[in-house]
């Protein structure tokens, strides 16, 4: 039987993570340049609040509490749907 160290399968997560919401960041940075730009204190204030949850998609109890691999497979934070 194989047994799997879930401290270390959590900590791939988050990287497998933060490689996702990279694109999105950079892509967000745009969108809030532009919103400058603009003078849309609005749209900032959005963009800002997306950024932030993508920031925090590693902390999202989805990953943290998850017990098995097969959990932490399917695991998506919110941020990243």
């Known amino acids: 039987m194989i047994k799997v ?3 270390k399968a959590v900590e791939i997560k988050k990287e497998m993570v ?3 919401r990279a694109p999105l960041l ?5 969108e809030f340049m532009r ?3 603009a003078g849309d204190t609005a749209k ?3 963009i800002a609040t ?3 949850a993508l920031r925090d ?3 999202d109890p989805i990953i943290l509490n998850a017990t098995t691999p097969e959990e932490l497979k399917a695991a ?3 941020a990243l749907k």
């Open 5 to 7: 160290n879930m401290t």
């Open 18 to 20: 933060r490689q996702e």
């Open 26 to 30: 950079a892509q967000l940075d745009v």
């Open 35 to 37: 919103a400058v730009e």
């Open 44 to 46: 900032q204030a959005e």
């Open 50 to 52: 997306k950024k932030q």
């Open 57 to 59: 998609a590693t902390k």
């Open 76 to 78: 998506v934070p919110d």
